[in-house]
């Protein structure tokens, strides 16, 4: 019922009134004055007129499970969403409810982490309040060698949403990166649990830097937020409804088919790496090559400084 009254009070730009409320959703007045309360508590700055109803003037910076679902455009991708105050590590939390329960496009979300994860041990810092920490759980039939695709189609989702959203056109670092003026804005990590020809499960963490204004020294020089770079405050729950439509539209076609054939080319345009020397890492060897762009299977391909015909692919590792 909250879900629906945020979103009749922000799609309304009139008052609405505590019996239209009442019939539309089949409750009674004091249920609605009851949640209009628990609204106003949660940070929504709602006008109650007698003889007019209620107008929604202002909802600050909230995100809530009800405020997400109130946004969400999607079919199947985000429709249950389980949102926290503070989490170890959104991803730990995907992956305890994907063993547990049939969650397949259950999305997490919390307001903080204490022990958010990057790749390979590293961490994730996190600023309470002000970004954003979300794990996709996911239950795709496809072959686990093509997992590793879901990484590009969720860095694209975001890339997308952030030039939609804020205006910013932002780069993809391959494979999970992407850089608002040449500095971290958000990154991806995919974890999944397998057997040798089957996925249990996917999870999908991202972590975006969005209205937080400082960063720890040691980071300060790499990563930037959303208003750092635009001095605008974001709401956060409309970039998470944002980045989960963009991802389940090229996620169902993706299922289909299997390669990234038809995001190749929008992945491409926004990789930092094309045409650049790039340090590879891959199984612990490190090497110098050029970047090219990535393949149908998000693979990247690379060529050696000196002999440009010699083209290989990497795919997993980090450049
Ligand atoms: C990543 O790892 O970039 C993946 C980050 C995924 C975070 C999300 S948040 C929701 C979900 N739950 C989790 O626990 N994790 C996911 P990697 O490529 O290994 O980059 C990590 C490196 O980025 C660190 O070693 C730092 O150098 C830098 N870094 C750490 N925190 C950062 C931040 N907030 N912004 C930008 N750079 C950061």
Redesign the pocket.
Known sequence: MKTEIIKILRNSDTYVSGQQLCNNLGVSRTAIWKVMNQLKEEGYEIEAVSNKGYRLIHSSDVISESEILSRMQTNYIGKKVRFYDEVD????VAKKIAEEEESDGLLVVSES?T??????G?????DKGC?I???LILKPKINPMNASMLTILAALAVSKSIAKIVEKDTYIKWP??IILNNK??C???TEMSTEIDYINHVVI???I?VNRTS?PNE?AS??TSLYVETEQKVQRAELIASVVKEFEEMYLVFLEIQTLQPFMKEYNDTLINAKRQVKIIEYGKEYEAIAIGINEKGELMIHDIDHPDHVRTVLAG?V
């Open positions: 590590s959104t991803n730990l982490q022990k958010g994860k990057g790749r390979r590293r961490e994730w810092s996190s970004d920490f979300m794990s999970n990166d971290k804005v990154g991806v990590l963490g991202i972590g830097n960063f980071l790499m990563a980090e």
